[in-house]
C-alpha cells in the first residue's frame, strides 16, 4: 500500500462540503416565499346582454307606466314618456357603472376609461326595451287616449314582449322550441304579476 499519497477523495472534500448549498430551514412554521396568489375578479361580459336588459327595461316600463297612472289626477302622457325613458336611461347606466367596479382590472387611466365606456354602452338593450312604452305614451298624448286604455295596453303589450323576449333569448342560446315557450312564459308571468298588482293596489 502507498502510504505516501494522500486518498483524493480526501482531499476533495473540503471542496464538496464547501460547494453544498446551504440547507433549508429545518422549522415546519417557515413562512413560504411564493408569492401570494392574486384574487381571482368576475370575467367581463363580452357583449350586451339581450336576455337581461331586454326583461329588466321591460319590467321597468311597466312598473312606471302602472305608477305614473293615478286616478283622479290629470293625464299627462308625454311627462309620462319622458321619465320612463329618462328612468330606463339612469337604470342602465348604473348597472353599467355597478358591473365595471365589480369588474375592475387594473390598467391605466385610458384603458379604464374605454372599459367603462364599453360596460355603459353594453346597456343599450334595457333602454330599447322601454322604447315601446314610451312611443305608447307619445301616441296617446298626440291621439288624447283615454289613460285606462293607454294603461291596459301598455301593460298587455309589454307582457307580450316579455314573453317574446324569453322565447327569442331560449332559442339562441340552444333551448329546443317547447322548451323556448316555457321560457317566454315564465318571463311573461312577471307581467301578469304587475296588472294583477295594479289592479289590486288601485
Known amino acids: ?5 494522500n486518498d483524493p477523495t480526501e482531499e476533495n472534500e473540503p471542496n464538496r462540503q464547501q460547494a453544498q448549498p446551504f440547507p433549508a430551514d429545518p422549522r415546519p412554521d417557515a413562512p413560504s416565499r411564493q408569492p401570494a ?7 367581463p361580459r363580452r357583449g350586451a346582454d339581450w ?10 316600463a311597466s312598473a312606471l307606466l302602472a305608477a305614473l297612472d293615478q286616478a283622479g289626477d ?28 365589480t ?9 379604464r376609461w374605454r372599459v367603462l365606456s364599453r360596460a355603459l354602452w353594453n346597456e343599450w338593450p334595457m ?8 312611443l305608447l305614451l307619445v301616441v296617446a298624448g298626440l291621439t288624447d287616449w283615454d289613460p285606462y286604455g293607454v294603461t291596459a295596453v301598455g301593460l298587455g303589450l309589454n307582457t307580450a314582449l ?35 298588482a295594479n289592479a289590486v293596489i288601485k
Open 1 to 5: 500500500m502507498n502510504h505516501g499519497q
Open 103 to 111: 369588474t375592475h382590472q387594473p390598467g391605466s387611466a385610458a384603458h
Open 37 to 43: 396568489a392574486s384574487p381571482r375578479l368576475p370575467p
Open 127 to 134: 333602454i330599447v326595451a322601454a322604447l315601446p312604452t314610451v
Open 162 to 196: 316579455l314573453f317574446a323576449w324569453g322565447s327569442f333569448v331560449a332559442l339562441r342560446v340552444g333551448y329546443r322550441f317547447g322548451s323556448a315557450l316555457l321560457m317566454g312564459l315564465a318571463d311573461a308571468t312577471i307581467g301578469l304579476a304587475i296588472i294583477v
Open 74 to 101: 290629470a293625464f299627462t302622457p308625454f311627462y309620462d314618456a319622458s321619465w320612463v325613458l329618462v328612468t330606463a336611461c339612469a337604470a342602465a347606466l348604473a348597472h353599467g357603472y355597478s358591473h365595471h367596479m
Open 51 to 60: 336576455m337581461f336588459g331586454g326583461v329588466y327595461g321591460t319590467v321597468l
